[in-house]
T-cell receptor
Framework: DAGITQSPRHKVTETGTPVTLRCHQT?????MYWYRQDPGHGLRLIHY???????DKGEVSDGYSVSRSKTEDFLLTLESATSSQTSVYFC???????????????FGPGTRLTVL | SQKIEQNSEALNIQEGKTATLTCNYT??????LQWYRQDPGRGPVFLLL?????KEKRKERLKVTFDTTLKQSLFHITASQPADSATYLC????????FGKGTRLHILP
């Protein structure tokens, strides 16, 4: 998985609790991304980072926040988890040739989150 | 509205035949398009990238075409094998990367 780890790999939590997912890379890539994947919706971008302390919103950012204090770590926080946030969350990394995009993304193994 | 569409139905192909998957898009003008493979319970894995000025790209048994007039990319797997069974995602660059929902491919022995 191209030097990307995600933790935890599985989590069950209750509605209203805060949850933080961690993505760690050893590739020194500038760009990091958080996606969620749901049946019928495919992969949807939540937030992304284009450098330390530089982040921006994706398609489905409501209810999520992110932080990147070091190149290697990108945290996704659900401030108050809801059942609609039950999903599989993927972190990805990439380098960029231009703009905010990236030529290729390398994905982590995913975190399966269940909000009861 | 902007859309990226892949065959929603699963595709069943006999082993040894060529599998062809389609990715259509509307209201985008991507500089490039990518294909990824995803196995159950795992993250997507990058396969090929094709740029807008390239008509075709090959990698071993894989071939991708990109027609910016038709707004379509075709992904071919020649001499298909059961191990090629997976979900294949197309993704295009439009400021950010946008993924299609994927097509499940089953290669039947």
């Amino acid at each position: 998985d191209a030097g990307i780890t995600q933790s935890p790999r599985h989590k069950v939590t209750e509605t209203g609790t805060p949850v933080t997912l961690r993505c760690h890379q050893t590739e020194n890539h500038r760009y990091m991304y958080w996606y969620r994947q749901d049946p019928g919706h495919g992969l949807r971008l939540i937030h992304y980072s284009y450098g330390v302390k530089d982040t921006d919103k994706g398609e489905v950012s409501d209810g999520y926040s992110v932080s990147r204090s070091k190149t290697e770590d990108f945290l996704l926080t659900l401030e108050s988890a809801t059942s609609s946030q039950t999903s599989v969350y993927f972190c990805a990394i990439g380098s960029s040739s231009a703009g905010k995009g990236t030529d290729t993304q390398y994905f982590g193994p995913g975190t399966r989150l269940t909000v009861l | 509205s902007q859309k990226i569409e892949q065959n929603s139905e699963a595709l069943n192909i006999q082993e040894g035949k060529t599998a062809t998957l389609t990715c259509n898009y509307t209201n985008y003008s991507p500089a490039y398009l990518q294909w990824y493979r995803q196995d159950p319970g795992r993250g997507p894995v990058f396969l090929l990238l094709i740029r807008e000025n390239e008509k075709e790209k090959r990698k071993e048994r894989l071939k991708v075409t990109f027609d910016t007039t038709l707004k379509q990319s075709l992904f071919h797997i020649t001499a298909s094998q059961p191990a090629d069974s997976a979900t294949y995602l197309c993704a295009l660059e439009d400021d950010k990367i946008i993924f299609g929902k994927g097509t499940r491919l089953h290669i039947l022995p």
